[in-house]
């Protein structure tokens, strides 16, 4: 058995604790975490050194980091399955996102989207950090010698200068790493904010009926719902796009029916009724999220105990990944 795990894919991915997360963090990233457990060798780490790109409030990011990790947990990541850890235990993560800096173009990093929007958004605090932020997730990925990144549509661009740099560091040296790819699901890849629905569900953005939160109640949920923006048209069709493409998007995603099957069961219905039974089906599958993690976070000595072995089990791999790349680029290596 240990054998046919050494031969499984390896799969990483992260989420920052820069907020209580979203169901837009549900649907594009943690779901499909859990559905791929049992196939790979999945690594899920709380990214916190991405978080700091953006101002934190240190307590509240030492406080987000533990609670991030029972959310994956409550939402049916196994640590008995997966290695659940956070970034900045692992310092293998900042050591290769330096080596990568100098492997990565200026101008590569100047054309990614999610920096030109944060930037935008953090006039006083356009940090190099927040410019670099590619190389990190980079060095993230490449560590753990990762096959497949499951992530969201708004992470495409990173994966893929994460596969550039990649494959310009084993042209420029020799085969190091492997090339990852991107997998992004069908439904739910893009959820919408609610009051904005060109915009992404984000969980930093200010306005709270923009997003649904994991671990918000039924009452909230509903009464959110009830407040998206949809369109003036009042047929529930996915060719009206905005709003209600969106609702009919996170109803598909919840309850695993196709766009089709969802456009008939709402013929004749209006925009209230549709609104209400989106509430409902996504209050439903959130509930049992929420009630776990009720439990694991008040079980402060057990949360801990797994990110210590994730760390350390993390790190042997991370390790292994950071010698070869130290030697290859000619760092000096004292003898043991
Ligand atoms: P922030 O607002 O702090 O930038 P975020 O809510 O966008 O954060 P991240 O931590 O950057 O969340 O993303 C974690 C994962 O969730 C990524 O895989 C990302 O693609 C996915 N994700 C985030 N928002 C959405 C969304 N609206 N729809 C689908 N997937 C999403
Ligand atoms: N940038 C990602 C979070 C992230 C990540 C990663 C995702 C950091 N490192 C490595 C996948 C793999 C985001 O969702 N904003």
Not at 97 to 111: D, H, I, K, P, Q
Not at 154 to 174: C, G, L, M, P, V
Not at 235 to 258: D, F, H, P, Q
């Amino acid at each position: 058995m240990a054998g046919e795990t050494e031969k499984k894919k390896i799969i990483f991915s992260g989420v920052q604790p820069s907020g209580n997360l979203t169901l837009g963090n549900y649907l594009g990233a943690l779901k499909n975490w859990s559905i791929l457990q049992d196939e790979y060798n999945c690594f899920y780490c709380v990214v916190d050194m991405h978080a700091i790109t953006v101002k934190q409030e240190p307590a509240s990011l030492r406080r987000r980091t533990l609670e991030t990790l029972a959310v994956y947990i409550a939402s049916g990541i196994d640590p008995e399955k997966v290695t659940l850890f956070v970034q900045s235990h692992v310092s293998a993560h900042a050591e290769l996102a330096w080596v990568l800096n100098c492997s990565t173009m200026f101008g590569e990093l100047s054309r990614m989207t999610q920096f030109k929007d944060k930037s935008a958004k953090n006039e006083s605090n356009i940090n190099a950090g927040l410019f670099t932020y590619p190389v990190l997730m980079a060095a993230d990925i490449l560590l753990y010698q990762t096959d497949l990144v499951p992530v969201g549509a708004d992470q495409k661009q990173h994966i893929e200068i994460a596969r550039d740099i990649a494959e310009r560091f084993n042209n420029t040296y020799s085969p190091t790493f492997v090339i990852p790819e991107p997998y992004i699901g069908k439904t739910g890849m893009r959820i919408m904010s609610l009051t904005e629905p060109d915009k992404k569900m984000s969980k930093s953005d200010e306005n709270a009926n923009s997003y649904i939160l994991i671990l918000d109640d039924k009452d909230t949920i509903i009464k959110k719902f009830k407040r998206a923006v949809t369109d003036s048209n009042t047929v529930v069709r996915y060719e009206n796009g905005g709003g209600i493409a969106n609702l009919l998007n996170i109803y598909c995603s919840c309850t695993g029916k196709t766009i089709e099957e969802a456009e008939k069961e709402f013929e004749g219905k209006g925009y209230g009724d549709f609104k209400l039974a989106v509430g409902e089906v996504c209050a439903d599958s959130l509930e049992p999220v929420r009630q776990k993690f009720d439990e694991l976070i008040k079980d402060t000595a057990y949360l801990e105990s797994i990110l210590k072995s994730g760390a350390e089990k993390a790190s042997r791999q991370a390790y292994k990944t950071l010698d070869k790349v130290y030697r290859k680029v000619g760092f000096y290596k004292l003898p043991r």
